[in-house]
């Protein structure tokens, strides 16, 4: 069997591209709606897709007033509402670790993949976000490395409290009035540095054993906490060579951590612009940047970039920039802004509509064979295990690449005809973790 | 148009009975099951009850070698599941202000507000329970008192979040490329005794205005607490006289606080035993009983009266007990218990077979005809505005009492023949709480 893509829809709001909600093309109402999430993930099953992706983020974002920031529902409700309206495709929802009790967590994915039936995803954010400190007591957001330590302890508490019940403690034994096999539930005792969790969960194993671990990060910390923990990665590269460059260390960090390269999915952002023509789909991009209103982008990289470019000049160069040493947000997102802007020495206004469509995520507008060209280059070229889909407008381009580029990619091979299972780790071909507390049959001689 | 009641179906896994797994008419695996959960929500819906209630805890129980102590889901996930197939009736969910934040509570109730379009209620608890202490970092759980004030503060903190959007800030104004009116979003900048909170919230303001606050708790805090912000009371009461003090007393707490009695539903639950004779109801609740294991009861109990109650004899009485002082967990709970062991002078079984169907709850074993002569005593007799329904065995005893109890309840014009609206607020008769930022209209001369 040759090797296929794994594809996700990223869901936020009505489109990536930041002006979406201004384009005759969507409709606004949509965000408050969840008959429309709901619609959304199905039309995504219908086209075999591997899952449904959300972002999360825990305050306001200062852009607001010139454009949606996420979506209006936060991602456990909303993804158990659309699990209850579909059945193969995988729901992958973000939850940060600086924020959040491992606890809480556990039980949350455990709960939220069982009514999926085995189809939860976790993607594990650090939040780099000042404004969510100060919504949970803090005056400033904890530093870049504390963040990823306390994510790594909160990482093994999690799943040392989802192997805490055996995969076989439940009995339900009316007739001896055994309801489960004390001997096969596990307290963790966990003390560390962040955390002190007695456990066990009080819920059985998940149907997964574990949700799928996903991760977005990719500074040298988000490397190597992913190379350790990750089954997936959502990572923004806009170029092949720093796409193969990126999936290389990763994979390769893997291998210190005992694990095996196939375990581990990276997929790259991808913002498609479909067209009939390379001339209609640059027309289509054309248009979108059309309604972009400066000030959005203009706080989403003042923010991302640590300085107010509010008092630059909006067609000059981007002034000189504080060191990445600086950074405690997304470092890895202010790199790309930094490489794009440098790459083609781009004016404030033309880096703006650089990263319109996907936040310094890879942009390509063309033909569906163009696109699928493009895929299948990353793919081949060892760059990517698939993409994370980040369509402009939505629902409408879903449907437009569903049926133009899956077609073509199907053609050659490259992707599914069908579900072959019905989990998360069935699509994504990803092994079933073993229960740390399970005892190992004995080899055979 | 005279008062009707209100009445929820409390579920609880397979049955309220703790013997309820054991019984032939109920199957465990339905407890693993998100299916079983909508179909009973379903069936409660078309029985035109208000709401679906769940409890919750965030920690195993130590009687779960012998039986189910909770739902296999959480809150949240289970009740969004359970909003996507449902149109009508409330979902009500429990969740802690002990281990939580503020800020991560209230998106996620206004987040389910959304996905259930208005049918949300938050059942406030301060988790008496040193188990769950110790499954978020704690030695021992917060103190009684010191819970109910950081309660107090945590509702606060929830109802300004919900209203820092005005329920006209978002406009969506395509044309002039406003997203928000930044001038209708409220940061609270709350500093208290254990929060600290800047705001505003990252989603609009709930449907509901606010979900529905429900709260369980009787103590002399509790009911304080409940005179402030209650709007719903889940309450065990085992005799009438009882009832009717705690419904006099809450009420009449209300107006210290400036608020109308008609503004809080008061629920005492209600194990009910329907047979089509009396003896084939008794006959019902000795079978059940038959089912008990003592162990689960014993827990139960030493757990509740702070005792080990494991070392006396099961057919002796009570020991001497600990004052209720000593008691830092459901201290409403353990008067309950003590009233019901002292007003029959109970042994310790005997004291377990009372418990078995409602923990404490009113249980009434009789004929359609009965329960609702005493449903409507209790009603009619200032003792409360409905019920949250405990069934023995579930679903099927749900079934026998929308059968059975319901068509008696409509014959006296006691109960709804059909939903007035679609909000839990409708159901309940509450108003939509205003706004506290937005302006009030200049007063008519």
Redesign the interface.
């Known amino acids: 069997m040759t090797r296929k893509m794994h594809l996700n829809l990223f869901i936020q709001g009505i489109g990536h591209h930041e002006a979406a909600?201004?384009h005759p093309g969507t409709d606004?109402?949509d965000m408050?709606d969840?008959g429309y999430y709901?619609r959304l993930a199905q039309q995504a099953e219908a086209a075999k897709l591997d899952a449904i992706f959300i972002a999360d983020?825990?305050?306001?974002?200062h852009h607001?007033?010139?454009?949606?920031?996420?979506n209006?529902?936060?991602p456990?409700?909303?993804?158990?509402?659309?699990?209850?309206?579909t059945t193969k495709i995988g729901v992958i929802g973000t939850a940060s670790t600086t924020?959040?009790?491992p606890?809480?967590l556990a039980?949350?994915f455990?709960?939220?993949d069982?009514?999926s039936?085995g189809r939860a995803g976790w993607n594990i954010v650090t939040s780099g976000n000042e404004?969510a400190a100060?919504?949970?007591?803090?005056d400033q957001h904890m530093q870049h490395a504390q963040r990823y330590a306390r994510a790594t302890e909160f990482v093994e508490v999690t799943r040392a409290l989802w192997d805490s019940w055996e995969d076989d403690a439940?009995l339900?034994d009316?007739a001896g009035?055994?309801?489960?096999?004390?001997r096969k539930?596990h307290p963790i005792h966990h003390e560390g540095t962040f955390?002190?969790?007695?456990?066990?969960?009080?819920?059985?194993r998940p149907p997964q054993g574990h949700p799928v671990l996903v991760q977005a990060g990719s500074s040298t910390d988000g490397r190597e906490f992913a190379a350790r923990f990750a089954e997936a990665i959502y990572t923004a590269q806009n170029n092949l060579a720093d796409a193969q460059d990126f999936y290389g260390d990763v994979k390769a960090r893997m291998r210190a951590h005992g694990r095996r390269p196939d375990q581990l999915c990276i997929l790259p952002g991808l913002a498609a612009v479909v067209g009939a023509t390379r001339q209609e789909a640059r027309d289509k991009a054309a248009e979108l940047n059309e309604?972009i209103?400066p000030q959005y982008g203009l706080h989403q990289l003042s923010n991302n970039l640590g300085l107010d470019l509010f008092t630059y000049p909006l067609d000059g160069p981007l002034p000189e920039l504080p060191p990445i040493e600086a950074i405690n947000g997304g470092k890895s997102r202010y790199q790309v802004f930094v490489d794009l802007a440098r790459r083609d020495n781009l004016t404030i206004r033309q880096l703006i509509h650089a990263i319109a469509f996907g936040r310094g995520h890879d942009t390509f507008a063309g033909t569906a064979i163009d696109i699928a060209d493009h895929m299948q280059e990353w793919f081949e070229g060892g760059a990517c295990d698939g993409f994370n889909l980040l369509p402009p407008n939505l629902p409408g381009d879903m449907g437009v690449f569903a049926a133009t580029v899956l077609p073509e990619l199907r053609r050659r091979g490259l992707f599914r005809e069908d579900y072959g299972g019905s989990t998360l780790r069935d699509h994504f071909g990803l092994d079933r973790p073993v229960n740390r507390f399970t005892a190992q049959p004995a080899m055979a001689n």
């Open positions: 909600w201004r606004p109402a408050m969840i709901q983020a825990l305050a306001i974002n607001v007033e010139h454009g949606p920031f996420n209006f529902f936060e456990f409700t909303l993804l158990a509402a659309v699990a209850a309206v924020y959040h009790e606890y809480d039980r949350k455990a709960s939220l069982r009514v039936r404004m100060q919504n949970f007591g803090h439940l339900a009316r009035g055994r309801f489960v096999d004390g539930l955390f002190k969790v007695r456990g066990p969960l009080d819920f059985p309604y209103v």
